[in-house]
């Protein structure tokens, strides 16, 4: 049985970090902060974008900002020729 994670990963998606800082009702004053990490495709981050509509109508914290890192982690390898032939006995 594969992992889904990997499945994802070959087909495209990346590892996807987002910082999301929001505030609480009854603490207005404070700014709280929020890690949230899955598999996303970027540009569009479409996982991400469900979780943060999730977000503002499930959760009373107020959204302040929301900071998005992004890597893919199985990328094209890269190719380089090389002019020679290597005799293995």
Request: net charge negative; aromatic share 12%.
């Amino acid at each position: 049985m594969t992992d889904t994670s990997f499945i994802k990963q070959l087909d495209g998606y990346g590892l996807t970090t987002a910082q999301i800082h929001y505030r609480l009702p009854d603490q207005p004053s404070l700014l709280q902060l929020y890690v949230w990490q899955e598999y996303d495709l970027a540009p569009d981050f479409p996982t991400l974008q469900g979780f943060l509509n999730f977000w503002r109508r499930e959760i009373e914290g107020a959204l302040h900002s929301v900071c998005i890192a992004h890597q893919r982690l199985i990328k094209p390898s890269e190719f380089r020729a090389i002019n020679g032939v290597i005799t293995v006995h």
